[in-house]
C-alpha cells in the first residue's frame, strides 16, 4: 500500500497546479446564481428521501 502514496501526492500536486493555471482565467468570471426555488424545493426533498431511505432500513433489521 505505501507504494501508492507517492502517485497519490504526484496527482495531488498535478491537480494543485491545474488549479492555479486555471485560476486566473476565470477570475472575471461570476457563478451561477442558484434560484430560490430549486432550492427550496430541493433541500426538503433530500430530507424526506434520507428520512424514507433510514426507515426502510430499519424496518427490514
Not at 1 to 17: K, N, Q, T, W
Not at 20 to 45: K, Q, S
Amino acid at each position: 500500500m505505501p507504494s501508492f502514496i507517492p502517485a497519490i501526492r504526484c496527482v495531488a500536486a498535478l491537480g494543485v497546479a491545474l488549479i492555479a493555471a486555471v485560476e486566473p482565467a476565470l477570475a472575471g468570471i461570476d457563478p451561477p446564481a442558484v434560484p430560490a426555488p430549486i432550492l427550496g424545493a430541493g433541500v426538503p426533498a433530500l430530507i424526506a428521501f434520507a428520512g424514507g431511505y433510514w426507515a426502510i432500513r430499519k424496518r427490514r433489521r
